[in-house]
């Protein structure tokens, strides 16, 4: 199946008991038993729900891994998976990272016991010298939010899997439909459904993917024993975002080229971040491990004066967290989604005053090419 009939008949296809070509939502938390012991498959819905494990078959099936798992938000996702390590336990983590990563690992997981190092992941050899003797994961996002750093998956992958370490790789920027890390050496994909998964901003949701049957056997026992699911009304406009996750990406894809080369060239940008411009260090990877480059663009402005007039100036754009919806959004990292970071690590990471983060839509690109360019007049 090619990536965009996958989207729609992937997974399991409509309602075996009804015929009802839509999944329907199973509002229900309980299920009649003929006997002590005896269902149809189904006795609890923090355990398992027919709404739900549509869209986990769906999601295992798109990640070409062996098994999917909904969570009730892209960081209840996250942190299952992390519940897979043990106090004492340490991980390597690309030092850019989604605020919220950031901060679970640091002030939560931390308390626990398990230690990180978040490093440079596009160099090997940072990676290579963060690993210690009790080094148990490696964690990947990439491309990176909000600077578009890309990392070498296979490569990761060879040594993380040399040292005996888990490869979980967030795969919220690239989404399914572009990159594949399983195919690549990874044992855990990761996602925040509430991005381009959903792809309309009306649904917070989180999606992880095992490569291995031992792994879904773990994550499961996590998923349920935790029980950070999402309901079935969640579960159902994920099921019907996904059939347009191909259409969505292929227009996105073609507005933010466009929009990325349009910022490049303007006198008043001083450094634009996509990995599809030829300009960007991780352009020839991003090319060769995904097959499109994605909808975010973050470019720096030089100062938080300029950045403040092209925020009250653009039309389009609406100033709002998150990313990865059907319209244009703008954002501040340093002052929004990467406020969690101390400002001395984010200066460290390029993640300056004068940086705005685009995420951008499937709007006529001409709209969104003069909305910029008068915003930034
Ligand atoms: C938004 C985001 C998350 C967190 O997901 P939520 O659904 O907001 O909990 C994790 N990783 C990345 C890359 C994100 O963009």
Redesign the pocket.
Same mark, same amino acid.
């Given at each position: 199946m090619r990536p965009k009939t996958q989207v729609i008949h992937a997974g399991i296809f409509g309602d075996e008991f009804t015929g009802s070509v839509s999944v329907p939502i199973y509002q229900t938390s309980t299920y009649k038993q003929e006997a002590v012991g005896k269902t149809k498959g189904y006795d609890y819905s923090r355990s398992a729900n027919p709404t739900r494990r549509a869209l986990e078959v769906l999601i295992g099936e798109l990640e070409h891994g062996k098994a999917g798992f909904a969570f009730g938000? @892209?960081? &209840? &996702?996250?942190s299952s998976v992390l519940m897979l390590l043990n106090s004492g336990d340490h991980i390597v983590i690309t030092d850019d /990272?989604?605020g919220? +990563?950031f901060r679970v690992i640091d002030k939560v997981f931390k308390r626990l016991g398990i230690t990180a190092t978040f490093t440079d992941t596009s160099k090997p050899e940072a990676i290579e010298s963060a690993i210690t003797n009790h080094t148990k994961a490696l964690y990947l996002?990439t491309p990176t939010?909000p600077l578009l750093k890309v990392t070498d998956i296979q490569k990761a992958s060879a040594i993380a899997h040399r040292h005996g370490l888990l490869l979980i790789v967030?795969n +919220?920027?690239a989404t399914p439909y572009w990159q594949h890390p399983i195919d690549l050496g990874a044992d855990i994909v !990761?996602h %925040? &459904?509430?991005?381009y998964i959903g792809g309309h901003s009306d649904v /917070?949701? @989180?999606l992880a993917v095992v490569a291995s049957e031992e792994l879904a056997e773990r994550l499961y026992f996590i998923q349920n024993s935790v029980g950070a699911v999402p309901g079935p009304q969640d579960v159902w406009l994920l099921l019907r975002g996904i059939k347009t996750l191909g259409l969505r990406m292929e227009q996105i894809e073609k507005n933010a080229n466009q929009i990325a080369q349009f910022l490049e060239d303007h006198p008043k940008v001083k450094k634009v971040y996509y990995p599809g411009l030829v300009s960007h260090p991780g352009h020839v990877l991003a090319a060769k491990q995904a097959s499109g480059f994605g909808g975010m663009i973050s470019f720096d402005v030089g100062d938080e004066q300029t950045v403040n007039q092209i925020l009250s100036k653009s039309r389009y754009f609406t100033l709002a967290e %998150? !990313? @990865?919806a059907v319209e244009s959004l703008i954002s501040v990292p340093a002052k929004m +989604?990467h406020a969690s970071i101390p400002k001395p690590r984010r200066d460290a990471l390029g993640i300056t005053d004068g940086l705005i983060r685009l995420s951008v839509g499937i709007e006529d690109v001409q709209d969104l090419l003069d909305d910029l360019a008068q915003a930034l007049d």
């Open positions: 938000s @892209g960081m &209840a &996702a996250i /990272v989604y919220g +990563t996002e939010n967030d +919220t920027f !990761l %925040s &459904a509430t991005k /917070v949701s @989180g %998150s !990313l @990865g +989604t």
